[in-house]
Nanobody, 117 residues
Framework: QVQLVESGGGLVQAGGSLRLSCAAS????????MGWYRQAPGSQGELVAT???????NYADSVKGRFTVSRDNAKNTVYLQMNSLKPEDTAVYYC???????????WGQGTQVTVSS
């Protein structure tokens, strides 16, 4: 079983930045892909960014050019650098992991990001 623990959420003004971290532990041998998913109240969830073990990344159109996903394989940690934040980025952000980007079935507990206007 894999445990994913997020940190780094908080309250920031529009235009500001935050960096989220997600540390993986447990049975991480099969965690080749990791990513960030966000869920805002009353909205459909969105897969924001993914990264494979060899560093291939993918982003939702809504965050391209503003968010950067990275990972430190030695530390089993994935990061999400969020710049130029907008109020519409407000959501609970969940770390996810799995064998592939299409099969990220492990979830963290989520961390709240709130962007004020």
């Amino acid at each position: 079983q894999v445990q994913l623990v997020e940190s780094g959420g908080g309250l920031v003004q529009a235009g500001g930045s935050l960096r989220l971290s997600c540390a993986a532990s447990g049975s991480i041998f099969g965690i080749n892909a990791m990513g960030w998913y966000r869920q805002a109240p009353g909205s459909q969830g969105e897969l924001v960014a993914t990264i494979t073990r060899d560093g291939r990344t993918n982003y939702a159109d809504s965050v391209k050019g503003r968010f950067t996903v990275s990972r430190d394989n030695a530390k089993n940690t994935v990061y999400l650098q969020m710049n130029s934040l907008k109020p519409e980025d407000t959501a609970v952000y969940y770390c996810r992991g799995g064998i592939t980007t299409a099969l990220m079935r492990s979830w963290g507990q989520g961390t709240q990001v709130t962007v004020s206007s």
